[in-house]
């Protein structure tokens, strides 16, 4: 396929900018072509365009790593998928030789690619992907609910690290894109006794709307009141999808001996301050997640009642995707879908 697409180039230095680029071409025979169906925005998107990033961003590369699409071009190897398949992708392409691939920890891979970060995403009319980053979608799943399979992936992999029962009482930081999916995934499996943490109206609002009973406004409230009106004792997980450094210390007195810590937000210009002894003296565990679970994710959206839709606040052209990002820094938007073509 020869011609002009737009896509949205990361420039450096906070610069996003939608311009017209060649539409890629097959490389290698293991390569496909996808046409965009849908693309999310990630708050990790945003900490890349930070001064100084939060994230780091290949400069030159077209951004975005939430995506799906359909296949209209395939080279000579590719076997498991044909012209005209709904695919979701994963963004991370693993080397296959550094220590973390050769020691079943490939979701850590120190040489990965990742497309919309070290390499071309999804924020474009067409995305040129490697098969293996390839799962088949249902012909039935809505694009916009499609594009949410990346971001899905990641929590179905904090929640087998965390391991909350219904038994548990939870506290989750963080009610942007990631923490509603949160808020819908918990409910699913069967919590009931939950608390969210929102900052300003519009975030506890979203919350609400999808499934969230208990809130804490940030901005007015504090969190170890509001935990001490409704529960009798501490959390016995606590999830931080957010990744400021402010969360760790102030979460780790909440919780309940033997409770345990995931922190989920990433965010490399953050730090914190902790006594080592509140995690000796109660047997706290504190878990990073980076890893994605796409076979979960995957049979996860088979649920009729998931309610992704219940996430979406905006739909918008890529030509627009400059106030998508501010919708999001200005905590105005959950999830924002961008539609390329």
Known sequence: MQGLMRAAIFEGNGVLSVQSVPIPTIQT???LLLKVEAASICGSDLHGLSVPPGQYMKPGIIYGHEFCGQ???KGRAVSRFQIGDRVAVNPRVRCGACYECTHNKGDLCSNAYHSGQTGDGGFAQYALVEERQLYHLDPSIPAEIAAQTEPLACVMYAMGVAKPTPADSV?????GPVGLTFIRVLSLFGIRNLIVTAKGQRRVEQARQCG????????VQSVAAVMKEHWRYGADVVIDAVGRGAILPEALPLMNPQGRLVLFGLDNNASSTISPALLTLNELSVHGVLGKDFPAALQMLQRKDLGLDRLITHRLPLEDIAQGMALMRQKEAGRVILLPN
């Not at 969230?212 to 901005?219: K, L, N, Y």
Request: no cysteine; hydrophobic share 45%; aromatic share 6%.
């Open 212 to 219: 969230a009973s208990i809130m804490v406004d940030t901005q």
């Open 171 to 175: 506290l989750l930081y963080g009610a």
């Open 71 to 73: 296949v209209v071009e």
């Open 29 to 31: 025979d293991s390569q």
